[in-house]
């Protein structure tokens, strides 16, 4: 069971305000550690940055970015063994049902719709991991 101060949280988002909105949230609900990301490239920059160092614990993507996707990122996400068991949260607009589908058989641990709100959020969060 992971503390609020200790949990590594990536947030990886192209649009600013959800980053933030996002930040902010998780800032309320009491984590401390926590990476932002503008892309999928991005993010896979940090996990590379940090596979020697304290790895993320959490890593909540947007679904449609440029660069690499939030599926895409997904994909490698799970498909690299040093990344497999990371929980992936993916924030979305998507409702169509084969994407879901296609996420859920790619390993996604859980999904948000937007807007996200703090209460939903933390539901996500709690569903994937376990802190104190």
Not at 101 to 122: C, E, F, H, M, Q
């Amino acid at each position: 069971m992971a503390s609020l101060l200790n949990t590594k949280i990536l947030i990886v988002d192209d649009m600013e305000q959800m980053r933030l909105k996002v930040f902010q949230i998780l800032k309320d609900l009491g984590f401390q550690n926590i990476t932002m990301a503008n892309n999928g490239k991005e993010a896979l920059d940090a996990l590379i940055e940090t596979k020697n160092k304290e790895k993320f614990d959490l890593l909540i993507s947007d679904w449609n970015m440029p660069i690499v996707s939030g599926i895409d990122l997904l994909r490698e996400v799970k498909h690299n063994p040093q990344y497999y068991d990371l929980p992936f949260i993916m924030m979305t607009t998507e409702s169509e049902k084969d994407k879901v589908i296609d996420a859920i058989s790619l390993g996604i641990n859980n999904y948000i719709y937007k807007p996200v709100t703090a209460r939903d959020l933390k539901q996500k969060i709690s569903q994937v991991i376990e802190f104190d």
